[in-house]
Structures are given as structure tokens and as C-alpha cells.
């Protein structure tokens, strides 16, 4: 049961047009473009073009081919068992994004982009392509489809890289914050490539910092949120499958199973390496926390402005 829907009906418009949202029982219509749009289980489906696929190919296709598709659920659930996640999220990393939810006032409204499983409280409202388990609304990071104006703070953890246009994505986040709003956002620096259902770019702590400025965010801190240690063990992993495979890629798929294992513990000297002062210049990702504009609506046209959606 999705219990932000009430909230959300009063702050959503259509994804295509901007228009407003007409609600019916399982569905809701845009009274400008007529667009239909699902809502499944009280999640809207608000996504006017098709909702981005994985596309096929060896490099995405991983252990899963392997399997007759009727235990492909049994793998997904149980991945991380079969597969150590190489990222190691320090205690100084997640009280970052704590400290930015504690942030705001109680009746503030958030909004997580690309939310996946993560879970910041009752005033957030999680978005994502997919409507897995706690996903209030289905929509695109470049076509968010909320009012302007309408979020105290935006989460966006992991997901720059993964959007085709993210200058575009900058400037819908920047249109839904309302002025002084904040936004927190995490992308890789050195990690491995890794399609959901693409990847396009890493940035480095600079380069996050210069790619926010213009467009049109005023930088409070930048920083390492995940450190040189889960960098070395993604790389390790990686490279130590492709020196075993033979140069076949589907002996690499089977040896990275092996091969993370053997990688994983490198990940845990994160725990102090972390927040070393030079730790920016090989971590696996960094962070940004920013703000918009007080004095600035959402009509702002910065240097590469040309994305701003009306
Ligand atoms: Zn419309």
C-alpha cells in the first residue's frame, strides 16, 4: 500500500506535457495531453515514453544465462550471497546521508531519485524505474514528473551515472527544489562498469563539484563517500577474472564469482581509509551536497541550460 499517494496527487503533472493529472481508479489522464498512465497497487506509473531495458548483450548478461530462467528469481534474491557487493559503506559515509535527512524540519518533503531499496523515513518519497518493494512513484530522473518547486531536499545516490542526459537530470532536480532546497548526491569515481540498465560517466570529487555549479547549484561540501579500498577490490576482482578467463568471456563471468570472493575483504580497510585526506584521488565514489538558489525559481538557464524542461 502506498501511503505517500494521497500527497503525491497534489504535487505530480504529467511527465510529457506538464500538464495536470485527472485521477480514476487504476489510472490517471493528463488533462492537457490526454496521456493515460497506469497506476499499479497505488503506484503511479508516470513515465511517457518506454521505460529504459537492460539491452542484451554478453557484457550485461552475467551468471543469470547460466541458469534456466524458472530460478532467475531464486538468483536475483539471493545475489549478494553468491556475489559480495565490492562497495563497503563505512559508518562515516552513511552518516553523511543521516545527517542530511536530519536536516530539514519534520514536516519537510523529500524526494529520493533512483531510491532502489533504500529506506530515509515517512517525509520521503521514493522514485525509481521499476516499482520494487517501497517505490511510491515510478518515473525518469530526466523527466521527473512533479510540480516545481515542490521538494525541500532531493536524494541522489548512484544514479548520475546511470541516466542518459545528466545535465538534463541536474536541471529537473533543480526545477522540483524549492529555492534555498537541498540536494545530496553520490556518483562512482573508480568502480567497474556497471549497466542498471546503463552506465555512462564517473565523475571525480572536482568534477561533481564543477558539473553542479554550472548547473546552477551553489556547492556547500564535497567528499569521499565511498573510499580507495572498494575501489581496489571492484578493480581486483575485475582484473584477476580477466587474467584467468582465457580471454573468453564466458569463463570471466564464471571466475568473477571466485575472483570477488577473493577480492572482497580488501573492501573493509575502508573503515579507515576512508577519511584519509587523500583519499579522493583513487575512491570507488565521491559526494556533493548543494543547494539551489534562494533568489532563483525554476526558470534558470544556466551555461548548458539548454535541458531545462518548461
Ligand atoms: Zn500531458
Given at each position: 500500500m502506498n501511503t505517500q499517494l494521497i500527497h503525491l496527487k497534489y504535487i505530480v503533472r504529467c511527465p510529457a506535457c506538464s500538464g495536470g493529472l485527472i485521477w480514476h481508479s487504476g489510472s490517471a489522464r493528463c488533462d492537457l495531453c490526454d496521456l493515460e498512465f497506469l497506476v499499479v497497487d497505488d503506484v503511479?506509473?508516470?513515465?511517457?515514453?518506454?521505460?529504459p531495458q537492460r539491452t542484451e548483450g554478453p557484457d550485461h548478461?552475467?551468471?543469470?544465462?547460466?541458469?534456466?530462467?524458472?530460478l532467475h528469481p531464486i538468483a536475483n534474491s539471493s545475489r549478494r550471497f553468491v556475489r559480495p557487493s565490492l562497495v563497503h559503506r563505512s559508518r562515516h559515509t552513511r552518516s553523511l546521508t543521516h545527517a542530511f535527512t536530519a536536516?530539514?524540519?519534520?514536516?519537510a518533503t523529500l524526494l529520493n531519485v533512483?531510491?532502489?531499496?533504500?529506506n530515509y523515513g515517512e517525509n520521503v518519497i521514493n522514485l525509481d524505474i521499476v516499482a520494487t518493494p517501497g517505490i511510491h512513484v515510478v518515473g525518469l530522473a530526466e523527466h521527473l514528473p512533479f510540480r516545481d518547486a515542490v521538494f525541500d531536499g532531493v536524494l541522489f545516490q548512484a544514479v548520475l551515472e546511470h541516466v542518459g542526459d545528466s545535465g538534463q537530470a541536474l536541471g529537473e532536480i533543480r526545477r522540483v527544489l524549492r529555492p534555498a532546497g537541498a540536494v545530496f548526491i553520490e556518483i562512482p569515481f573508480m568502480q567497474g562498469y556497471h549497466p542498471a540498465p546503463h552506465d555512462h560517466r564517473r565523475f571525480t570529487e572536482q568534477g561533481l563539484r564543477v558539473e553542479l555549479e554550472q548547473h546552477g547549484f551553489l556547492v556547500d561540501r564535497t567528499g569521499v563517500a565511498v573510499g580507495p579500498a572498494s575501489a581496489m577490490a571492484w578493480v581486483t576482482g575485475e582484473f584477476l577474472a580477466l587474467l584467468v578467463s582465457g580471454r573468453s568471456g564466458r569463463i570471466y563471468r564464471i571466475a568473477r564469482l571466485a575472483t570477488d570472493w577473493l577480492a572482497w575483504?580488501?573492501?573493509?580497510?575502508?573503515?579507515?581509509?576512508?577519511?584519509?585526506?587523500?583519499?579522493?584521488?583513487?575512491?570507488s565514489g565521491v559526494w556533493a551536497s548543494a543547494r539551489k538558489p534562494a533568489?532563483?525559481?525554476?526558470?534558470f538557464d544556466g551555461p548548458r541550460g539548454s535541458h531545462h524542461t518548461p
Open positions: 503511479p506509473v508516470l513515465i511517457a515514453d518506454q521505460i548478461a552475467g551468471l543469470l544465462q547460466f541458469l534456466p530462467p524458472r536536516s530539514f524540519p519534520s514536516d533512483g531510491a532502489g531499496a533504500s575483504p580488501i573492501k573493509w580497510a575502508d573503515s579507515w581509509l576512508d577519511t584519509h585526506e587523500m583519499a579522493h584521488v583513487i575512491a533568489d532563483q525559481d525554476s526558470s
